[in-house]
């Protein structure tokens, strides 16, 4: 009987121990333990999470939706500056109409304002709830007040970037009374805090960035 022709491609290589079809697939994690994921069991995890290829840290949205990113990956953290101008930009929309109207219906009528002075005061006072509540309905639906998004900055949730919804976003217009006490330093926090974050930022877990 003849010898089979020597296989000119040599013998077949035979996979390694742990190792599916082939190479270049992981060993298998034994049951019932979780493949690790983003590092290194007892790794140091960075605050936000990991992102993967072509997508911001926070997970939700992607770098052309137009973010600014900063030079480790992450979306950057909006400045001090930025903040108190947005800040400025909607205390001019929703609240300095009120003064206006009053101050000129106080001035034309005196203490004894006509019907039609008061009637102004009222529609102007209700204009001021209506934007203040329409404001928050915005940052918790798009993260950006009309005053965010002139300047280009919005809030997000530091956990995993998404937006706050209408509750937490009333939650943490009240949480701004943390700032002003003592002294108004929780406004100033932003100078110097590496996350930028004032008090209301840190109690309800949110951050301001770029974008």
């Not at 209506?130 to 956990?159: D, P």
């Amino acid at each position: 009987m003849s010898t089979p022709p020597p296989n000119p491609y040599g013998q077949p290589q035979q996979p390694q121990p742990g190792y599916g079809p082939g190479y270049g697939y992981p060993q298998q994690a034994p049951q019932g333990v979780p493949p690790q994921q983003g590092g290194y069991p007892g790794q140091n995890y960075a605050p936000y999470p990991q992102a993967q290829p072509g997508q911001s840290p926070y997970g939700a949205y992607p770098q052309a939706a137009g973010y600014g990113m900063g030079h480790d990956g992450r979306p950057e953290l909006a400045h001090w500056g930025l903040r108190v101008g947005a800040t400025l930009l909607d205390g001019l929309i929703t609240i300095v109409p009120l003064y206006l109207v009053v101050g000129l219906a106080v001035g034309i009528g005196g203490e004894d304002m006509s019907a039609g002075a008061s009637l102004v005061s009222v529609l102007a006072l209700a204009y001021t709830v209506f934007m203040g509540f329409y404001q928050i309905h915005l940052e918790g639906k798009t993260g950006q007040s009309i005053g965010k998004r002139i300047v280009g900055i919005r809030v997000l949730r530091e956990a995993d970037g998404r937006f706050l919804g209408f509750g937490m976003a009333f939650v943490r217009k009240l949480a701004h009374f943390l700032d002003s006490i003592p002294c108004y330093i929780g406004y100033l926090w932003p100078l110097w805090d590496d996350k930028k974050q004032c008090f209301a930022d840190k109690v309800c877990g949110t951050v301001v960035i770029k974008g």
